[in-house]
Nanobody
Framework: QVQLAESGGGLVQAGGSLRLSCAFY????????MGWYRQAPGKQRESVAT???????NYADSVKGRFTISRDHAKNMVYLQMTSLKPEDTAVYYC??????????WGEGTLVTVSS
């Protein structure tokens, strides 16, 4: 079983920055593709960014150039550095771990609120 613990959310003004962190516990970190997803009020959950164990990344078009996902294999951590934040980035952000054998785990989420 994998446990994921997000931190780093909060209230920030438009144009500001935040860094989200996700701690991974329970299995071999390198066996999982890690990702950040978000869900805004009244909307479906969407992928924000993913990163493989080989550090290949993928971003949603809406965050390209503003967000950076990274992972630290020594600490079993995943990060999402968010810059130039916009009110439309307001959402609950979830950490996700997905293995190649179909395991899929989610954290409880951390709220990011961007004020205009």
């Amino acid at each position: 079983q994998v446990q994921l613990a997000e931190s780093g959310g909060g209230l920030v003004q438009a144009g500001g920055s935040l860094r989200l962190s996700c701690a991974f516990y329970g299995k071999t970190f390198a066996h999982f593709v890690m990702g950040w997803y978000r869900q805004a009020p009244g909307k479906q959950r969407e992928s924000v960014a993913t990163i493989t164990s080989g550090y290949s990344t993928n971003y949603a078009d809406s965050v390209k150039g503003r967000f950076t996902i990274s992972r630290d294999h020594a600490k079993n951590m995943v990060y999402l550095q968010m810059t130039s934040l916009k009110p439309e980035d307001t959402a609950v952000y979830y950490c996700n771990a997905r293995s190649f054998v179909g395991e899929d785990y989610w954290g409880e989420g951390t709220l990011v609120t961007v004020s205009s």
